[in-house]
């Protein structure tokens, strides 16, 4: 026959060995909160969901640039819609190098690196394919290729707009639709 406490000692560890087995409550509590869906390191993650987008997808390849750079006509108009759409890409994406107005004064310039001014005279000598390919295939030196970012019909926007900042859209063609 137990004495005191050791009478205690065995339905105690009993009770333990129940808690840690079956979880119950969520035993052990100093780490219930690990167990949730979320994924844990090194654990495989779950399959996407239909429709969700990849992010191991293969990129298309466009081919030489050249094939763009001969584009003389953008085949998007520039209608109000489009100039819209195609400003607020231009202030997002490009005018942290090129500047609100295209100058080649944005902050990033500012900061040392090479300022390009897209309404200068050879800039806007350039096909509407030209500009589209610095979008799509990034620089020829060091400007970045916004193909993941901006898609090919958005990029024509932004070459409409490219174009409104350098003055060379006449206010018919502004507004038709
Ligand atoms: C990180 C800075 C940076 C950003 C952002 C940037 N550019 Fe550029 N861009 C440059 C630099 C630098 C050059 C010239 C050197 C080169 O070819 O990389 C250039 C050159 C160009 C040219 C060629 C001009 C010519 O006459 O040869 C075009 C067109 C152009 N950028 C358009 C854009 C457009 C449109 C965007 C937004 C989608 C954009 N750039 C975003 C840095 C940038």
Excluded at 17 to 39: C, H, N, R, Y
Excluded at 63 to 86: C, D, H, M
Excluded at 142 to 166: C, G
Aim: charged fraction near 20%.
């Amino acid at each position: 026959m137990l004495k005191g406490s050791k009478r205690y000692f065995i339905p105690i560890i009993l009770v333990l060995i129940v808690l840690g087995t079956a979880k119950v409550f969520g035993w052990p509590w100093s780490i219930d909160m690990w167990e949730q869906p979320s994924i844990k390191p090194y654990e495989l993650p779950l399959p996407y969901p239909p429709y969700s987008i990849s992010t191991d997808g293969t990129i298309v390849d466009l081919g030489p640039r050249q094939k763009f750079e001969a584009i003389t006509q953008n085949p998007v108009s520039p209608t109000n819609a489009s100039l819209v759409k195609g400003e607020n890409l231009f202030k997002t994406y490009c005018a942290p190098c090129h500047g609100p107005e295209g100058k080649g004064d944005g902050p990033v310039i500012k900061k040392g690196f090479y300022p390009v001014d897209l309404t200068s005279p050879g800039t806007q000598a350039r096909t509407d394919g030209y500009l589209y390919a610095y979008i799509q295939y990034g620089g020829i030196v060091m400007m970045p290729s916004y193909r993941e970012s901006i898609s090919s019909n958005q990029a024509w926007n932004v070459v409409n707009y490219v174009r409104k900042l350098q003055g060379k859209l006449t206010a018919t063609e502004e507004t038709s639709q």
